[in-house]
């Protein structure tokens, strides 16, 4: 079975950091792009970041652009979300998606794979 499982959510002040993880199971994804989406309440799943398959292209939302960093470690078969200087703005369920083209998608329609999401919550 094909799994993708989110950690490192959780509570924390603006301006803190919070690093997410995406451990995939049942299925290398070497080959596949990653990316994070999220969805705050009323609202639609937006894109964050992804990272191409080789971890080469990067791609981020204007929101987070220099603030947040994805990297992926194939071995690991996991991709990371390091997020910095956390706006309140960013409180949402954070999901992380697999897609196979291998070369990066901003559109979540693209992704075929979804993790279960985790939450971040960012206080003023």
């Known amino acids: 079975q094909v799994q993708l499982v989110e950690s490192g959510g959780g509570l924390v002040q603006a301006g803190g950091s919070l690093r997410l993880s995406c451990a995939a199971s049942?299925?290398?994804?070497?080959?596949?792009?990653r990316g994070w989406f999220r969805q705050a309440p009323g609202k639609e799943r937006e894109f964050v970041s992804a990272?191409?398959?080789?971890?080469?292209?990067?791609y981020y939302a204007d929101s987070v652009k220099g603030r947040f960093t994805i990297s992926r470690d194939n071995a690991k078969n996991t991709v990371y979300l390091q997020m910095n200087s956390l706006k309140p703005e960013d409180t949402a369920v954070y999901y992380c998606?697999?897609?196979?083209?291998?070369?990066?998608?901003?559109?979540?329609?693209?992704?075929?794979?979804w993790g279960q999401g985790t939450q971040v919550t960012v206080s003023s």
């Open positions: 998606a697999a897609e196979s083209s291998g070369l990066g998608s901003y559109s979540l329609n693209d992704y075929e794979y």
């Open positions: 049942g299925r290398t994804f070497s080959d596949y792009s």
């Open positions: 990272i191409d398959w080789v971890g080469r292209r990067t």
